[in-house]
């Protein structure tokens, strides 16, 4: 593995651990993987979800802290005592994704749960996925858009959906994967950068011959972007990231975009612009739009390819 585990004991330390906690860790079926940095306002919520769960196996919470330089370490710890097993590690290597294979990596569960730092599982999350994981290789869960505020994000879609006129993929903060696919395609990819990620991992899984499918009663509670500025931010990274996967997986299908529909989201932009001063969806539809309309520029540029 690429990035070093230093594992530090939030409930309990191996070399004092009680009678049975080893048979606890080799009973574990499915281990929630928490990728974190600087997530102090927000981790407590979603370790607070976990800690609703109504899971009639054995499951596990892995934090990995990714270079905090808050509270979050702190605050994951002290939820030991509410957690059926927490594990709180650390990876040097920035990057969610470098997070998530050392969190699988000291996990012991044979499905691997991913959610994110700043959302909010719902109570019956871990059962959901691990019933569908009996089924899929890999799966995404319901995206529950309005609970912790929408502000004018483009709204996540139920279901798994086709990605760039592709494959289906789901996104990381609510993901499932079997232990067995995750170790064949070599875990996430710690090279690529944010934006496309999940996407990334989900296609790679499926061309490996793995079916995708869908949790419906695996809900979270997403936590949109609430700034203007960081929804920008979010779909530049986006649009850029694009062209690589254009670069890495055209080979295998993935189509370039038609130059009309192209000409049409310029079009679109040049025209919504005189609005942007006077109405605030406008303003966050324009700078999202914008945004990613320039990434996918840059990311052409950065990969040597041609996707706008």
Known sequence: MACQS????????????????GLRMANVVASVIIPARDAAATIGEQLAGLALQDAT??????????????????IARSFADRLPLLTVTSCARPGANAARNVGASVAAGQFLLYCDADDVVAPGWVAAMVDALATYDVVGGLIDNDSLGTGAM??????????AGF?????????????????????????????????????????????????DGAVVAYRHRGT??????????????RGRLFRDFHPFGMPRPRLAGVAVRWARIVVVTPLVPFSRRARWWWAVEAAGAAGRVAGSRKFGVRYL
């Open 154 to 163: 483009q709204r996540h879609p139920p279901g798994v959906p086709v990605a």
């Open 167 to 215: 494959l289906p993929r789901a996104i990381t903060a609510n993901l499932g994967v079997r232990r067995a696919a995750w170790e064949h395609v070599g875990g996430f990819a710690e090279d690529y950068e944010y934006g496309c990620t999940d996407t990334e991992f989900c296609w790679r899984l499926q061309l490996a011959g793995y079916a995708i499918g869908y949790a």
């Open 228 to 241: 203007l500025r960081s929804a920008a931010k979010k779909a530049y990274l986006t649009g850029r990231a």
């Open 6 to 21: 230093v594992r530090d004991t939030a409930n309990r330390g191996l070399m004092d651990a009680p009678d049975g906690y």
């Open 57 to 74: 196996v054995a499951w596990e919470v892995v934090v990995v802290d990714n270079g905090s330089g808050d509270e979050t370490v702190a």
